[in-house]
């Protein structure tokens, strides 16, 4: 697909649902008594995936498009699939599904395409393990295919090396089906919309923080938030989630708000474009998640939020976005995992901000769908660019003006959004490969880029 430059976003737009609420609300329907209802599910392939998953394992799943309704088996109606389990593209299916399984009464192999069995999947196989499932990687490389034998599990006090939503939902869905209490300790709070979720599904879960520092900081959490993982969680400290054995869930109704990573693409975009005014209609802006608007705002982004409110436990709001002339700035530590996803469009932006961006503490983002790391510095370096690549990170020195080019999107559908909302503002014409990637998780995104654009 092919891209030239444009003045500027205007209008409003909703963005689809976000993609790990999605996800999980699929999941914990399944294994929930009774209907689960999912107002705005995310169409993308990933999401859809994850509903494939579940109906061969004979989870009957009516998809009527933005409605969803789910006909739950209990916690122990799974059936064994026929075949392998096939998570697509999917990291969010393949590892969460993973702690599911990992209690069933049968044995299943799970795979994906060539970017899901690179990825790695130790940091849910130990922990599951230690749990006492019986799980392996079929290559012995620590990647999928995944050969699970469903176990008797015990439940474990487990300090996870990455702060890693994927990894502490997987353990936490096996800590349902476990003998006690299981507690998963991460270094910096990951997105939270498993917990809030298990919470509205009836689970007993919690999550206490230790702010690194202070007494209680090593081992035991300090303060216990009383309302459990909400909209006022402190994403700064160090935190562990804390989960009982469920003798059921039970159906709910979820509503998904807009996907803040989805909507960030048009945020980052109407914040380079000198002549945008673009209105974000109900986008979840859970602060475990929402990170861009942090980030963004420190490099003196106007955003205003309006209709602030909460669905299904998770804070929504309308975002305002105006141009603005920005500037460079340190994103690193904890609020890293709020905007890990964003950190690709986020450092497009940075082209445009005048001074350094320095990106650190984010080496996650080289074991994504791609290497993001390398794919971004490789492209915007083709760009005209100036961007240096790091360890944990990129380095970013705003103000060269870039120039349409040829960009590999490396089927990384994050990769390509960035890239067609960076070539709004290049010179000349930008032509993406594989761009039809976006149907992971946007599958709407070009139409809707389209209807945006002012000339
Ligand atoms: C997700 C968690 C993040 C994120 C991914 C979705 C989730 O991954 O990058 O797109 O739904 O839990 P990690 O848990 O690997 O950081």
Same mark, same amino acid.
């Given at each position: 697909?092919? *891209?030239?430059?444009?003045?500027?976003?205007?209008?409003?737009?909703?963005? &689809?649902?976000?993609?790990?609420?999605?996800?999980?609300?699929?999941?914990?329907?399944?294994?929930?008594?009774?209907?689960?209802?999912?107002?705005?599910?995310?169409?993308?392939?990933d999401c859809l995936s994850?509903?494939?998953?579940?109906?061969?394992?004979?989870?009957?799943?009516?998809?009527?498009?933005?409605?969803?309704?789910?006909?739950?088996?209990?916690?122990?109606?799974?059936?064994?699939?026929?075949?392998?389990?096939?998570?697509?593209?999917?990291?969010?299916?393949?590892?969460?599904?993973?702690?599911?399984?990992?209690?069933?009464?049968?044995?299943?192999? $799970?795979?994906?395409?060539?970017?899901?069995?690179?990825?790695?999947?130790k940091r849910i196989i130990?922990? $599951?393990?230690?749990?006492? /499932?019986?799980?392996?990687?079929?290559?012995?490389?620590?990647? !999928?295919?995944?050969?699970?034998?469903?176990?008797?599990?015990?439940?474990?006090?487990?300090?996870?090396?990455?702060?890693?939503?994927?990894?502490?939902?997987?353990?936490?869905?096996?800590? $349902?089906?476990?003998? #006690?209490?299981?507690?998963?300790?991460?270094?910096? +709070?990951?997105?939270?919309?498993?917990?809030?979720?298990?919470?509205?599904?009836?689970?007993?879960?919690?999550?206490? *923080?230790?702010?690194?520092?202070?007494?209680?900081?090593?081992?035991?959490?300090? !303060?216990?938030?009383?309302?459990?993982?909400?909209?006022?969680?402190?994403?700064?400290?160090?935190?562990?989630?804390?989960?009982?054995? !469920?003798?059921?869930?039970?159906?709910?109704?979820?509503?998904?708000?807009?996907?803040?990573?989805?909507?960030?693409?048009?945020?980052?975009?109407?914040?380079?474009?000198?002549?945008?005014?673009?209105?974000? %209609?109900?986008?979840?802006?859970?602060?475990?998640? /929402?990170?861009?608007?942090?980030?963004?705002?420190?490099?003196?982004?106007?955003?205003? $939020?309006?209709?602030?409110?909460?669905?299904?436990?998770?804070?929504?709001?309308?975002?305002?976005?105006?141009?603005?002339?920005?500037?460079?700035?340190?994103?690193? #530590?904890?609020?890293?995992?709020? +905007?890990?996803?964003?950190?690709?469009v986020i450092a497009a932006?940075?082209? *445009?901000?005048?001074?350094?961006?320095?990106?650190?503490?984010?080496?996650?983002?080289?074991?994504?769908?791609?290497?993001?790391?390398?794919?971004?510095?490789?492209?915007?370096?083709?760009?005209?660019?100036?961007?240096?690549?790091?360890?944990?990170?990129?380095?970013?020195?705003?103000?060269?003006?870039?120039?349409?080019?040829?960009?590999?999107?490396?089927?990384?559908? %994050?990769?390509?959004?960035?890239?067609?909302?960076?070539?709004?503002?290049?010179? #000349?014409?930008?032509?993406?490969?594989?761009?039809?990637?976006?149907?992971?998780?946007? &599958?709407?995104?070009?139409?809707?880029?389209?209807?945006?654009?002012?000339?």
């Amino acid at each position: 697909m092919k *891209f030239t430059g444009c003045k500027g976003l205007r209008g409003e737009i909703t963005v &689809p649902g976000d993609k790990s609420i999605s996800h999980r609300s699929v999941m914990f329907g399944s294994i929930a008594k009774g209907t689960t209802e999912i107002h705005n599910y995310l169409q993308g392939a990933d999401c859809l995936s994850t509903i494939a998953c579940f109906r061969s394992m004979g989870i009957e799943i009516e998809n009527r498009g933005g409605l969803v309704i789910v006909h739950g088996k209990g916690m122990r109606g799974l059936q064994k699939p026929d075949a392998v389990l096939d998570c697509g593209n999917s990291g969010t299916t393949t590892r969460l599904i993973s702690g599911i399984l990992s209690a069933q009464d049968f044995e299943v192999t $799970l795979t994906g395409d060539a970017s899901i069995r690179k990825r790695p999947m130790k940091r849910i196989i130990e922990p $599951l393990s230690l749990m006492g /499932a019986d799980i392996r990687s079929i290559p012995e490389n620590g990647c !999928a295919p995944l050969r699970i034998r469903g176990r008797k599990l015990r439940g474990i006090s487990y300090a996870s090396q990455v702060a890693s939503a994927q990894v502490k939902s997987s353990i936490l869905l096996a800590g $349902l089906y476990a003998d #006690g209490e299981t507690r998963v300790t991460e270094p910096y +709070l990951s997105r939270n919309h498993s917990e809030i979720m298990l919470r509205c599904f009836g689970a007993d879960v919690r999550t206490e *923080f230790a702010r690194s520092g202070e007494p209680g900081s090593h081992g035991t959490a300090s !303060a216990a938030s009383g309302s459990g993982p909400s909209g006022s969680a402190p994403v700064s400290s160090r935190a562990t989630a804390v989960i009982q054995p !469920a003798a059921e869930l039970y159906g709910s109704r979820v509503d998904v708000p807009g996907d803040i990573s989805s909507a960030a693409f048009f945020l980052c975009a109407a914040l380079m474009l000198p002549g945008s005014e673009l209105l974000i %209609r109900n986008a979840g802006i859970n602060p475990t998640r /929402a990170g861009i608007l942090k980030a963004a705002r420190s490099m003196g982004g106007d955003i205003t $939020l309006y209709n602030e409110k909460k669905d299904s436990g998770e804070p929504t709001a309308d975002i305002l976005v105006k141009s603005s002339a920005l500037h460079g700035t340190v994103i690193e #530590g904890a609020d890293i995992p709020t +905007l890990i996803d964003e950190l690709p469009v986020i450092a497009a932006m940075a082209c *445009f901000a005048e001074g350094e961006t320095v990106i650190r503490d984010a080496a996650e983002l080289k074991v994504k769908e791609s290497n993001r790391i390398a794919v971004m510095a490789e492209n915007l370096t083709a760009m005209g660019a100036d961007v240096t690549e790091t360890e944990d990170g990129l380095i970013i020195r705003g103000g060269r003006p870039l120039h349409g080019t040829v960009i590999d999107s490396h089927a990384d559908h %994050r990769i390509a959004m960035t890239f067609a909302v960076t070539a709004l503002s290049a010179e #000349g014409e930008t032509e993406i490969l594989g761009a039809e990637c976006v149907n992971i998780s946007y &599958p709407e995104f070009y139409q809707d880029l389209e209807k945006l654009k002012i000339f």
